[in-house]
């Protein structure tokens, strides 16, 4: 085997492995727009380094037919590459988006290994085969219950609702509050112009747009908005816009009232 098609045939069995896991990767633990959400860059970005370009890369410069410790050179080589791969799979399969937890006036895009598992209820730990499961996470009703955890979180550094499954329930037992705190899509469109084409083809789906509304789901990194039918109240898709941008007239009446 010359050393051209050595280069050339661990090229593509390389690439032939890096394509499943992207395959599954952006089908099923990250279906589009989760992976922006989440923004889990730095292992895909290690993964695809070594696999699919030094790994290749090293074979072009170390092969040569009849070299001694060749085989040695090549088993580094795929060892280097295994571990990246093993590595680069692991971390992306743990901070995969889990649950979409609904809190206040947005949704909190989590992966499993943030919220504390001993009080996950078993009815929600069963996640759809792709994206998150959806949650409500709410503070007690009962007065007692909702000041001490109020004062849990405030003072003995328990963390916010949305990380404590003990406070979520199933979404559709509190979909009402999506719907109640959902803003309708024409000012997200206000705020966002070039999202109007976008705003547009779901809109399309539906009856009116008044049949819609919109919440900020956001994770570590690029929030989106988050369309809801406020018949079903249902999830019904996922919008390239910022949810927090106000309209500019909006913005200009609140920077004429702070500064008249």
């Not at 069963?126 to 009962?142: E, F, Q």
């Amino acid at each position: 085997m010359t050393r051209i098609k050595a280069f050339t045939t661990h090229f593509l069995i390389s690439l032939l492995i890096v394509s499943l896991v992207l395959t599954v990767l952006l089908v099923f633990w990250y279906p589009s727009p989760f992976f922006k959400i989440v923004g889990t860059t730095d292992a895909l970005r290690i993964l695809i380094a070594v696999d699919l370009v030094l790994g290749p890369l090293l074979t072009l410069v170390l092969f040569k037919p009849g070299k001694k410790g060749l085989m040695f050179d090549m088993a580094c080589i795929a060892v280097m590459q295994l571990s990246a791969l093993t590595y680069g799979v692991s971390v992306l399969y743990e901070e995969r988006p889990y649950f979409a937890v609904f809190a206040q006036d947005r949704f909190e895009v989590l992966a499993y290994k943030d919220v504390v598992h001993e009080q996950l209820h078993p009815e929600l730990a069963d996640k759809p085969w792709r994206g998150p499961l959806y949650v409500i996470a709410s503070m007690p009703d009962d007065k007692e219950a909702w000041q001490r955890a109020f004062e849990d979180i405030l003072f003995n550094g328990q963390p916010d609702i949305q990380y404590q499954p003990r406070f979520w329930t199933d979404y559709a037992d509190g979909s009402e509050q999506v719907v109640e705190q959902s803003k309708p899509l024409s000012y997200l469109v206000a705020a966002n112009p070039q999202a109007e084409k976008e705003v547009a083809e779901v809109i399309s789906r539906f009856a009116s747009q008044e049949a819609l509304g919109f919440v900020p789901v956001v994770g570590k990194k690029q929030p989106y908005a988050l369309v809801v039918d406020k018949s079903s109240r249902k999830p019904v898709a996922v919008i390239n816009a910022n949810p927090f941008k106000k309209p500019a007239q909006l913005a200009r009446s609140a920077t004429q009232t702070v500064n008249p």
